[in-house]
């Protein structure tokens, strides 16, 4: 799926006009069946709005660069399982399910999300999991946080 992006930014007399306008390209294939394009990130707080560098090209793991965000799309084919991905971040997450359904595992409970549904989660172990037929599409922000210590699952960088 192309995703959009429109970054918009200041000219010379500091108006405001649109930069880049266009399909993200920053593409991550993760394995079969799931793919994640990274949209924008930031390095630093307070962010750096006049930087000409475009955040959304960097490459970066699954955490966001230390003190910034990152933020991003998944596209999640139907009844792909990650459940064996149990994994968490030192990061707080905001989560919104845009299209499809998604089984979101925790250690000790599972719920079902849709369209439209947001998950707050703070650095938690976590899976995923695609319960629907059609791909299931997912906006991700995660924002780098102060460090967990859980014993036995390390964060992933």
């Known amino acids: 799926m192309a995703i959009r992006r429109v970054v918009t930014g200041h000219d010379e ?3 405001s006009y649109i930069v880049t ?3 993200a390209g920053n593409v991550r294939p993760t394995r ?5 394009t990274l949209m924008w990130c930031t390095d630093r707080m307070p962010v750096d709005i006049t930087s000409d560098e475009d ?7 699954t955490a ?5 965000t990152r933020f991003t799309v998944h596209e999640i084919a139907p009844h792909l399982d990650y459940e064996p991905n149990f994994h968490r971040t030192d990061t707080l997450d905001y989560v919104l399910v845009v299209k499809g359904r998604l089984l979101m595992t925790l250690d000790n409970e599972k719920t079902e999300l849709g369209p439209g549904d ?3 989660m703070r650095g938690t172990a976590h899976s995923w999991r695609n319960v629907g037929d059609e791909t299931c599409i997912v906006a991700f922000v995660l924002i780098d946080s102060e460090k967990v210590e859980v014993p ?3 964060a992933r960088v």
């Open 13 to 15: 007399n500091m108006k």
């Open 21 to 23: 306008d266009g399909p």
């Open 32 to 36: 079969p069946g799931h793919c994640s």
């Open 55 to 61: 955040m959304g090209e960097r490459k970066l793991g």
């Open 64 to 68: 966001p660069p230390a003190n910034g």
């Open 118 to 120: 947001m998950v707050i």
């Open 152 to 154: 036995g699952l390390p």
